[in-house]
């Protein structure tokens, strides 16, 4: 009996392993079908990779079964399944026949390696706040890799145009090379809290999402690049007032709101400040106020 337990107690410690096997398997598999130009299926093996990449670390944390050999795997699948694959992907589908294309991908999936070299290093970083555990240190891996193959939807979707030039697509390329190695914090999903009233719009968007998922799903990618990049603003000054109330740090999401609430309320209202020039020396003359060190005519 106690073998049994044993045996099985192992077999859920294999499975998120095993499910980061799989994504690399379906990231690689990508470049085949890119080869022989598949890039729909190219591109649905990637996006496959990608939801494995988010299941697997849960799994783990469900199963009590996270391991140092389950990290180091994780990390070599997203250099992967996020770096090399859809750098081939993009450059045998749009690239290939641009001198600099070639160029434009290697500095991605370069970027990529660095991203996720910093990624390990801050991951053992003891001197790390407790509130950058909810922030990633620039663009992550997946997110690249979804504006990347979003730049194919592009050119499935519409055609070509100018967004399939060589030009445009080596500037979004190189731009979405420097977010990921850049140090602007962007929230993690995982951490992010949803307030109970907004609860009912966000179901009523996902039903959305999914009937757009099926009838125009390339402009779905795109809505959901620009989505994440118009949230970073928000991240940057969520990140900031954290970093100025270590008094919160460990305090749920609820509670933090409640005192950034009791913050803005209780700032004092700011006066208008006047100012003295050349300009404006009559006005303060017919408002009766004196200047300083100086006399009303």
């Known amino acids: 009996m106690t073998n049994r337990i044993r045996g099985r107690a192992v077999n859920l410690q294999i499975l998120p392993s095993a499910m980061t096997v799989l994504s690399i398997c379906a990231g690689f598999t990508s470049i085949k079908f890119s080869l ?3 890039p729909k299926a190219a591109m649905a093996l990637i996006a496959a990779a990608a939801i494995l990449d988010g299941l697997d670390g849960r799994v783990a944390r469900i199963l009590e079964a ?3 050999l389950g990290e180091e795997i994780d990390s070599l ?5 996020f770096g090399v694959s859809p750098a081939v992907v993009l450059y045998v589908t749009l ?3 641009s001198p600099v294309g070639w160029i434009a991908v290697l500095l991605y999936a ?7 070299a910093r990624f390990n290093a801050l991951q053992d970083d003891g001197t790390q706040p407790a509130y950058a555990r909810e922030f990633f240190v620039g663009m992550p891996a997946p997110a690249g890799a979804v504006s990347m193959i979003g730049l194919i939807g592009l050119k499935l979707q519409f055609g070509d145009g100018w967004w399939s030039a060589p030009l445009f697509l080596c500037i979004w390329i190189a731009g979405t090379s420097i977010l990921m190695i850049s140090k602007i914090p962007m929230r993690k999903m995982h951490a992010a809290a949803v307030p109970p009233n907004w609860a009912a719009p966000l179901l009523a968007l996902l039903a959305i999402c999914a009937a757009a998922a099926v009838l125009v799903h390339y402009v779905l990618i795109w809505v959901i690049i620009i989505a994440y990049l118009c949230h970073v603003p928000f991240a940057v000054r969520n990140k900031r007032w954290l970093a ?7 305090e ?3 509670q933090r ?12 209202n700011r006066r208008p400040i006047v100012r003295f020039g050349r300009s404006g020396g009559r006005s303060v003359a017919r408002l009766g106020l004196r200047k300083p060190g100086g006399r009303l005519p």
């Open 36 to 38: 022989e130009h598949q």
């Open 244 to 250: 100025e109330h270590p008094e919160v740090w460990d």
């Open 252 to 254: 749920k999401p609820e």
């Open 95 to 97: 690239l290939s026949t």
């Open 257 to 268: 709101r409640a005192v950034r609430r009791t913050n803005r309320q209780a700032q004092p």
């Open 110 to 116: 370069v970027c990529v390696v660095l991203r996720l």
């Open 66 to 68: 996270q391991s140092r």
């Open 77 to 81: 699948a997203d250099a992967v399944n």
